[in-house]
């Protein structure tokens, strides 16, 4: 056995010899008798057993003492701020591959549960979470694999992004940007979506911002060049304008106001009849389509836009390439019509 006078003789500063702290730590049998009730009483209770009465008496003592005043609170706040980087270190280490119970868990989210957590604390965690390390991101991704979220959380995780500011949904956007999804991953989110039901007020939603963006995101070739021709003319024109359709939204290529559309078609992405059979199949985007399907489409869409009283004139890609003095005048008669 150790020798007990080594801890009651230890001077302040002295450091113990980890044979001594882990023999101090190992033993299991308890406070000796002659330092019970003292002030700095060493608790050897590693190990050690209480009964249910001894806790019921522990939690009613602990519910006695006084509350922590505000002014201790930021004692201890301002204490834990001032932690060396080592100290740091050597509380991370000490909690590498410490296992934590459900049961602990459970109880860690319960205390938690209502806790007010002020503006500044929140600036500070946010901007502690900025910029984490590759390595913290492979550990949060690793910790967070295969983890479900109960209903409960996934409906305040969707209230909480459709509550999200522009600046948060900008921040998003961007980091977003030139981030190149895995097959492997598209497949997991094709998937995860087969089989959802999508209510009609979703689909008007998605239908609506879908209508508001531009696909692809910058305009083609032939668009620009009939653009151009209108802009030297000085013809003034709104491009991309969202048109409610029966049932669809359409984004015409060049709207004249009041009451004039252009539409400038791609020879292959039309099917210009000029070049292409009716009953013509063609591979695009993954999909076989039939060339009479699109002109199908394509006059839905111009009879709804002349439902809403717009006059509407096609120009194809193979008319501004081959017959471009001819496409003008016909472009500049009808925009001046």
Do not use: C
């Not at 209480?50 to 201790?72: G, H, N, V």
């Amino acid at each position: 056995m150790f020798n007990i006078l080594k801890i009651m003789l230890a001077k302040k500063g002295e450091k113990l010899s980890e044979e001594t702290k882990q023999k101090i730590s190992q033993s299991k049998k308890g406070t000796p008798a002659w330092n019970k009730g003292k002030k700095g009483q060493i608790p050897w209770n590693k190990g050690r057993k209480f009964s249910e009465e001894s806790k019921r008496k522990m939690s009613e003592s602990a519910k006695k003492r006084p509350s922590i005043s505000e002014f201790t609170r930021k004692k201890l706040s301002e204490a834990g701020k001032n932690i060396s980087q080592e100290t740091r270190k050597k509380i991370s280490i000490a909690g590498k591959g410490r296992k934590v119970s459900q049961e602990t868990r459970k109880k860690i989210s319960k205390a938690n549960k209502g806790r007010k957590v002020s503006q500044e604390t929140r600036k500070k965690i946010s901007k502690a979470n900025r910029n984490p390390t590759q390595e913290t991101r492979k550990k949060i991704g690793i910790a967070s694999k295969g983890r479900k979220h109960t209903l409960e959380s996934k409906k305040k995780i969707s209230k909480a992004s459709r509550n999200a500011s522009q600046e948060t949904r900008k921040k998003i956007s961007k980091a977003h940007k030139g981030k190149k999804v895995s097959q492997e991953t598209r497949k997991k989110i094709s998937i995860a979506g087969k089989g959802r039901k999508v209510s009609q007020e979703t689909r008007k939603k998605l239908s609506e911002a879908r209508s508001k963006q531009k696909f692809p995101f910058k305009d083609t070739k032939i668009e620009v060049l009939t653009q151009s021709i209108l802009e030297k003319n000085n013809i003034p024109f709104l491009k991309h304008q969202n048109f409610k359709l029966s049932n669809s939204n359409h984004q015409a290529d060049i709207v004249i106001e009041p009451d004039k559309v252009i539409e400038v078609n791609g020879d292959y992405w039309h099917f210009n009849p000029k070049k292409y059979d009716g009953k013509s199949i063609q591979n695009k985007r993954r999909k076989q389509i039939k060339a009479e399907d699109v002109w199908e489409y394509d006059k839905y869409l111009i009879d709804g836009m002349k439902q809403l009283g717009y006059k509407v004139l096609v120009v194809w890609e193979s008319e501004l390439k081959d017959e471009l003095d001819k496409t003008t005048k016909k472009i500049l008669k009808f925009a001046k019509s």
